[in-house]
């Protein structure tokens, strides 16, 4: 472990094979100023590992730069500690409360990258439920997070999945947030992500373009708290949550390329500052009830926009921000003024068939794409009484009821 400065750190390491009874195996401090790192191994068979972090010897917070376990041989098992967070397995649950303005309440926070390739991870949090200064890159694992702000924050790029992965390389399941994923630049390749959010689902907005340019201070690092909190320049991050970014920032850039992902979202479904691409993918969007917020938001520009080459996408809201769909090599389907009702399911006719949507919201205006559809075709939208079989496309299950995209239902 490493500050940086001339604070040190108690803390201990503890093992244990049930998540009950814990062995403590390592106590000591961490080095300050020096720039080395300390490593610890664990010489013992473990399934679960936990550090207890006791302020430092200024006040009584505590900052991890990064952490890491490695798993194997006895002889290789470590942590370390250094600037950026790798996590490849294990089992990870942090639960932060706000009762003090003076600490970070953020579940899992890096200073710089945040690398997710495994694990099981559970977080209920004040602040940020996984938060990075910088990038975070999600290829693995299965997450359960539930934060009074973002589900998953990056200030820079935030990428889940990789080119050409799987659908099930990894599940994200944001279950509580005021927006669900958020970053300047923001990918989504692969694997599987559910948000519930009280404002936007995605929301892409900073000053960091993806040429790397941006402002003498970032949007993105500084946060737009209403409440009008101050940085704290010891870099132990702001004293008080910072629900949202300042909706201001001249930046912002989403691509959906590939994965699952539903979003059931109080504010914007998916909101960019700049613009949003979709080239693949399958998207639900349960959108606002509230007319003063859209399904889809993007960029105050002309020259903003939202282009689809590819993937399905349903889209749902109460039709009072509507914006302008670009569709290009399929074809589409919106219409507005419609009566829909949350749990009401509704048949979208297809070339070869159909989808059938299970809502989560009441709706009025609608929007589908699918590569089953022809550009220039005719389709419609019915609502159905009773549906059975086909192919479960994304969706959950609350109360015993599913909602969600079914195609070729009968």
Known sequence: MKYGDSRTIPYSVAVSDDNSSYTTIYSGNSVA???????????????YVKFTFEGNTVSGWSSVAELAVYTGDISSASVAVEGTINISGGTIDVTTTGNSTNNSSKGIKSLTELNITGGDITVDSYDDAIHSNYNITITGGSMT??????????????????????????????????????????????????IVSSDDGVNAAGDYAEDGTTSTMSLMAVGG?????SWNTGGQGWNQQD???DDTSSYGMLYIKGGLLYVVASGDGLDSNGDIEMSGGTVVVNGPTSTDNGVFDYGDSNSNYFKITGGTLVGIDRGGMSVNVSVSGQGS???SNRSGSAGTAVKITTDSGNLVFIPEVSWSYIFVTSPDMTSGKSYSVSNLSSYSGGTTLVGRTVNNKFYGLIENAN
Do not use: C, K, W
Request: glycine share 14%.
């Open 33 to 47: 100023s020096s720039g080395d790192m300390i490593y610890v191994s664990i010489n013992q068979n473990a399934r």
């Open 145 to 194: 997070l539930a934060s009074d702000d973002d589900g998953i924050h990056a200030d820079y790029v935030l990428t889940l999945g990789t080119s050409g992965g799987s659908d099930d390389d990894f599940e994200i399941n944001i279950t509580e947030s005021y927006e669900g994923i958020e970053g300047s630049v923001i990918n989504v390749l692969s694997g599987t992500t559910y």
């Open 225 to 229: 708290n209403p409440g009008g909190q």
């Open 243 to 245: 629900q949202g970014m």
């Open 333 to 335: 389907y919106s219409a």
